[in-house]
């Protein structure tokens, strides 16, 4: 199931910013945390891949536990 997002052009007079927002549902099966660092690669003309920079909280926890 996909999640149609409109992309939103905020123009400034010296710049302009893009905003592409998370639906709630998927931020929460990402399991997304407020202040997390994402980081955004460009594949092709369509495609964005999204990973995080670091493990999500829940499976750093989990890694510190296995060691």
Do not use: C, H
Not at 20 to 25: C, D, I, R, Y
Not at 26 to 50: I, N, P
């Amino acid at each position: 199931m996909g999640y149609p997002t409109r992309v939103q052009l905020i123009r400034r007079k010296a710049s302009q910013q893009w905003y592409v927002n998370f639906p709630a549902a998927l931020a929460q099966a990402m399991d997304f945390r407020k202040g997390e660092v994402v980081e955004w690669t460009v594949q092709d003309r369509d495609r964005l891949l999204l990973e995080r920079t670091a493990p999500a909280a829940g499976e750093q926890a989990s890694r510190k536990k296995k060691r």
